[in-house]
Nanobody
Framework: QVQLVESGGGLVQAGGSLRLSCAAS????????MGWYRQAPGKQRVVVAI???????NYGDSVKGRFAISRDNAKNTVNLQMNSLKPEDTAVYYC?????WGRGYWGQGTQVTVAS
């Protein structure tokens, strides 16, 4: 059974940094695409960053240059380093995993709140 457990969310002042982590279990982690999405109140869930099994990365336009996604295949974790945080980054952040056959899984989410 696939499980994704996020950690590292919290309250931070604008301009600050947070690091989110997602621990994955129940699948062949290194073969999976991993990603972070976020959902603000009243808005749709949108992609923040994704990293392929080969390490290629893509970012949402609003976070380019501020956020960095990385993965540690030995520890089955994916991380999101968030710098220069803005109030508009406030959202619930979800870890996402997609296996080579296209099946996706979600974590339970972690709240990030950026105070102005």
């Amino acid at each position: 059974q696939v499980q994704l457990v996020e950690s590292g969310g919290g309250l931070v002042q604008a301009g600050g940094s947070l690091r989110l982590s997602c621990a994955a279990s129940g699948s062949a982690f290194s073969a999976n695409l991993m990603g972070w999405y976020r959902q603000a109140p009243g808005k749709q869930r949108v992609v923040v960053a994704i990293i392929s099994s080969g390490g290629s990365t893509n970012y949402g336009d609003s976070v380019k240059g501020r956020f960095a996604i990385s993965r540690d295949n030995a520890k089955n974790t994916v991380n999101l380093q968030m710098n220069s945080l803005k109030p508009e980054d406030t959202a619930v952040y979800y870890c996402y995993q997609e296996n080579p056959w296209g099946r996706g899984y979600w974590g339970q989410g972690t709240q990030v709140t950026v105070a102005s």
